[in-house]
């Protein structure tokens, strides 16, 4: 092999390296987030996990919240987020918030361990993800009401945010023990009944 094509040979591989090196440092970082909360998940427990040092550590992630974005990144990417798109069903907005809820449940439950110490460790969490997250149940809100009944909106928006807080879920579902299905049951006949209900 001639020396242009090792030192490109060792390049490419030394980059590989890096990838690699990098790649350990999330997955560790996404494990401890799951398993003691990101308050609780140090730079010094990440490099063990990794099996590599600090230095190391802030040699691919400079603070905190670089570390913080590239691993909620990487979780998020792994799940199967709600699609407010798919939550379609003709005539019928109370169907839309049935569908829509189902969708938000399953989502919630296949990431019960890590959404609990996030919302946990709200303070901990970057601004930037906490923003993003808002924003994002803004939309879901807004998908769910939208059609819903005009007359008591005040009430029947709370009652769609109250049904589909992830609070509202871990109560019925974790606590309570109820299946997806009858939380949904539930949060959809009281939401009918606060639109329902006399002034």
């Not at 990101?38 to 990440?46: D, E, L, S, Y």
Request: hydrophobic fraction near 45%; proline fraction near 4%; include cysteine.
């Amino acid at each position: 092999m001639s020396p242009a094509k090792q030192r490109a040979y060792r390049k490419v591989k030394r980059a590989a390296d890096e990838q690699r090196t990098r790649a350990r440092i999330v997955d560790a970082a996404e494990a401890l987030h799951g398993e003691v909360g990101p308050a609780r998940t140090t730079i010094v427990a990440v490099a063990e996990r990794a099996k590599v040092t600090r230095a190391t550590v802030y040699r691919h992630f400079p603070d905190d919240e670089s570390l913080f974005l590239a691993c909620s990144g990487q979780w998020l990417a792994r799940q199967t987020l709600p699609n407010p798109d798919a939550w379609v069903a003709q005539g019928d907005p109370f169907a839309v918030l049935h569908s829509g809820l189902t969708d938000i449940y399953r989502y919630f439950r296949d990431g019960e361990r890590m959404l609990t110490l996030v919302l946990r460790d709200a303070a901990a969490v970057p601004s930037r993800i906490r923003e993003a997250r808002l924003a994002q149940e803004r939309q879901w809100r807004e998908r769910l009401t939208r059609r819903l009944p005009r007359r008591r909106r005040k009430t029947v928006q709370a009652a769609v945010a109250h049904a589909m807080s992830f609070g509202t879920w871990r109560s019925l579902c974790v606590d309570q023990g109820l299946s997806n299905a009858s939380a949904v049951n539930l949060m959809v006949a009281m939401t009918a009944a606060a639109a329902d209900d006399a002034e």
